[in-house]
């Protein structure tokens, strides 16, 4: 099972109906090739970093999906609709699988090296200010 | 004319290193002992969409923060490379700003 992240910029000339229809269409796209929505978050309008078709806002919405096969028909789709800005399909789950591996083992290693440096700088610390105020 | 180039060379040696190590000081007084931040707060995976974070990395300029100034390891630093270009296409971040 793949995981992918969909993220699309509709022109800011679309109007919230239209926005609302062209996302239900997408999710169908891809529900119809097997993909399955996990998540879904609806950025709204945002400023873009630089123009894109002379526009300076885009309204940001974002798919999960987990799914057996490519995007490709969704991609294709979204290509071809003519107030799609951007989109952009980034396949996630080998990078997510390699961060959680990469975070079981970084403890580990963490774990060895600040030990045997507080065992010496713990006893020495505490016994040397204590003499001096005796006195 | 062999003897005192050899006698010059190591003579040279720990003369200049020496020299290095009172020069270092002067040249490593000033900077901080940098870590890799991702190692530090264990971020594994460097989103895209995370723009405030990615920000960090991008001076005014609009570039990419080099890793000698910015102090990420090697792996972070390429992760977080492929994110800010990803980032870049999403029009999250700019290509240049002047």
Known sequence: ?135 | MAAPTRRGAPGGGPGGAAGAQQAGKKKFFYRRKRVCKFCVEKIEYIDFKDVKMLQQFIPERGKILPRRISGTCALHQRKLQSAIKRARIAALLPFATD
């Not at chain 1, 919230?16 to 950025?43: C, N, P, S």
């Open chain 1, 1 to 135: 099972m793949r995981t992918y992240e969909v993220l699309f910029i509709l022109s800011p000339q679309v109007g919230e109906e239209e926005a609302a229809a062209l996302i239900t269409d997408f999710k169908r796209v891809a529900d119809g090739t097997g993909a399955k929505l996990t998540h879904e978050e609806a950025w709204g309008r945002r400023r873009l970093a630089y123009s894109i078709q002379k526009f300076n806002e885009g309204n940001y919405h974002l798919f999960v999906f987990d799914s057996d096969s490519s995007l490709s028909e969704l991609d294709r789709r979204m290509r071809n609709a003519e107030n799609v800005l951007r989109h952009m399909i980034v396949r996630t789950d080998l990078d997510h699988k390699r961060a959680e591996k990469l975070a079981k083992r970084n403890p580990k290693k963490e774990r060895i090296r600040p030990a045997p440096a507080f065992t010496g700088s713990e006893p020495a610390v505490p016994e040397a200010p204590v003499e001096r105020p005796a006195e």
